[in-house]
């Protein structure tokens, strides 16, 4: 489905579900064909133990543009053991969703009481860092070297957000 782009597009959040999951498996294959991003996590798990808590709630979200009665995901973000991870179509980027995104991540966060969250970026991603920076995300450790199945060499970066604030009272 192509939008009209001379029309107006809205756009809204929901937690995924099997009811979508074609249009959403479909959205993933798309996310691949545009970035590299989805090759990240599988080489770092691969070198990296994970820490596995199953104790920790988790949340999957997907952007929906909507035009007339037409819907479509074009973006996702979850959180899963802590960890963050969002992706939108280049054709929608740039208009703040990335933003309502994580906000939405952020709030959802916080009613579960996580104490931080976190997420590894490629440096070169600048949209990213730039948005991660925006929420005061912190970069904890030095840059990764990191040689993707596609052959492209990226640095990564470790960055966390606290979410509680310890006491500091006596």
């Given at each position: 489905?192509?939008?009209?782009?001379?029309?107006?597009?809205?756009?809204?959040?929901?937690?995924?579900s099997l009811r979508r999951a074609q249009a959403w498996q479909s959205l993933i294959q798309?996310?691949?064909?545009e970035t590299d991003?989805?090759?990240?996590?599988?080489?770092?798990d691969g070198q990296i133990v994970a820490?596995?808590?199953?104790?920790?709630p988790a949340i999957t979200l997907l952007l929906i543009a909507e035009q007339q009665n037409d819907t479509l995901p074009v973006g996702i973000a979850s959180i899963e053991n802590g960890e963050i991870g969002m992706a939108i179509l280049k054709d929608?980027?740039?208009a703040g969703l990335g933003q309502s995104l994580m906000v939405a991540l952020l709030d959802w966060a916080e009613v579960v009481k996580l104490e931080k969250v976190w997420l590894d970026v490629q440096t070169d991603n600048l949209v990213a860092t730039h948005l991660y920076d925006k929420f005061d995300f912190k970069k904890v450790g030095s840059e990764?070297?990191?040689t993707l199945p596609?052959?492209?060499v990226t640095k990564l970066q470790h960055m966390v957000k606290f979410l509680v604030k310890e006491n500091t009272s006596l």
């Open positions: 489905m192509i939008f009209d782009r001379t029309k107006p597009i809205t756009f809204s959040l929901e937690e995924a798309n996310l691949m064909s991003t989805f090759l990240v996590a599988s080489v770092r820490e596995e808590n199953t104790d920790e929608f980027q740039g990764v070297n990191l596609n052959g492209r």
